[in-house]
């Protein structure tokens, strides 16, 4: 990896120098010689990437160097939108013990960057009475965009005492939350119920419809009053979301090993089908199956939370690779990773590097080896390519740099060098002038 620096930001790398230099170039960044995969533009070759503004300025197949502050050289690397996960739970830092509106969920700056993941939904931790604490705690203080569904369940997904209660799940005010939040708000939530009734099912397809937006179903116990065929044939509306679709715990497959006849039926009526790996969601003995069938999702999401981050899930990466080592292309698992959960949450201003998107970008290494990948079960599946994240932008801005791609060798530096930003990068400076104090 190289990191060029052009000669007049090379000799003085003050803030002020900076600005003169960048003022002569019409881009801040540009990612050289990647290749680029970019599923809503229909683009899978090498391709140069520029950025201006925090915004995606040119992708063209050679873009002249000499018109970018910084070039990055990304020959032999993949360069993708940033990824968006569906499937987090990142309501932390209330306390509460064994609850997903507290000890069970994570802060996402720390796991979602790192892999490439610039954008996540939070799966219905909270409700519509947390949901303003949710905002001010999470994700108005994140670096991650944390959109949300909110659950049927007013309090939140607190555990078993609130999530099988049906005098909390009310369409109403769970819809007014919403709509007061549009566009942060993403969707609707239905989980973990455990009785026969289609109530929370129906209450959040109701709050979904007067709010116009998706409803997302983590389908709880299975139960023969209410067969998962029937949810995605019958219950939910195109565009609505089943989750965990290779967990294996609600006749995914039937009693022959073949795909559920109801799956690729709700398939064709618009039913979207996410994977949601999570702790306990995904097995080999479900997914290789379906795949093998041609039952593939339409969306990878990790279902982030403290039980899935060191089991078999991992992070979206590690998710995406399982579908590597199932034999999936690059460009398909990209795609089900970027621009089609975008589109499922309503969200198409992300998931492309079209000119003019946020430039939320992942550039990502593919390694050949002798991988392995586990399911929830512990059970093992060997793989042979590996993805590896090299550099997350947010916004135009590095958010993570593994091997310090963008950074200059610290043996070019002045002396006394230290860290600042201006408005447009993130500049290492010499130490500034101190002056002698005043007798």
């Known amino acids: 990896m190289w990191l060029r620096l ?19 170039q019409k881009y801040d960044l540009l990612l050289k010689g990647g290749h680029v995969v970019d599923a809503r533009n229909n683009i899978s070759a090498v391709r140069d990437v520029a950025i201006a503004d ?17 070039v990055i050289d990304a020959s032999g690397l993949y360069v993708t939108p940033g990824l968006v996960d569906i499937h987090v739970h990142a309501y932390a830092g209330t306390g509460e013990r064994g609850s997903y509106a507290g000890d069970n969920s994570l802060y996402p700056d720390g796991f979602t960057l790192r892999s490439g993941v610039t954008t996540v939904a939070d799966a219905g931790s909270s409700g519509w009475r947390s949901f303003d ?6 994700i108005d203080r994140s670096k991650t965009r944390v959109l949300a569904f909110l659950n049927i369940v007013g309090a939140g997904m607190r555990g078993d005492k609130f999530e099988q209660n049906l005098s909390d799940m009310e369409a109403k005010p769970t819809a007014d939350m919403a709509m007061r939040h549009k566009g942060l708000i993403i969707g609707i939530k239905t989980a973990h119920y455990a009785g ?9 397809v109701e709050a979904g419809t007067q709010a116009n937006i998706p409803v997302m179903v983590d389908f709880g116990a299975n139960r023969p009053e209410r067969p998962m065929a029937e949810l995605v044939t019958k219950k939910l509306r195109p565009g609505d979301i089943y989750t965990h679709m290779y967990s294996g715990l609600r006749n995914e497959l039937d009693d022959s090993g073949h795909v559920n006849p109801g799956m690729p039926e709700g398939r064709k ?17 479900i997914a290789v199956p379906a795949i093998k069938e041609g039952f593939r999702p339409d969306s990878i999401s990790t279902d982030l939370h403290i039980g899935s981050m060191n089991a078999g899930m991992k ?6 690779d399982k579908f590597l080592a199932m034999g999936m292309s690059l460009d398909d698992v990209i795609r089900w990773s970027t621009w089609n959960p975008a589109r499922e949450i309503k969200h198409e201003e992300l998931g492309h590097l079209s000119v003019g998107a946020s430039a939320d970008v992942a550039v990502l290494r593919l390694e050949s080896g002798n991988f392995g990948f586990v399911d929830m079960y512990g059970a093992r599946l060997k793989g042979t390519r590996k993805l590896t ?7 135009g801005k590095v ?7 963008t950074r200059p060798d610290w043996t070019t530096l002045p002396k006394d060098y230290r860290q600042t930003g201006d408005a447009r990068w993130d500049a290492i400076t010499p130490a500034p002038v101190r002056q002698p104090r005043r007798p």
């Open 269 to 285: 009526r618009g039913v979207i089908f996410d994977v949601g790996h999570g702790g306990g969601s995904f097995a080999w003995r």
């Open 389 to 395: 994240c090299e550099l997350t932008l947010r916004d």
């Open 315 to 320: 992070d979206m990466l590690n998710v995406m």
């Open 133 to 138: 604490d949710f905002k001010d705690r999470i």
């Open 399 to 405: 958010v993570y740099d593994l091997n310090g791609t």
């Open 196 to 204: 026969p009734e289609w109530a929370p099912v129906e209450r959040a």
């Open 54 to 70: 925090g915004k995606v300025a040119a992708v063209a197949a050679n873009i002249n160097a000499g018109d970018a502050l910084k």
């Open 6 to 24: 052009f000669p007049a930001a090379a000799i003085c790398l003050v803030m002020s120098a900076t600005a003169q230099v960048s003022a002569q």
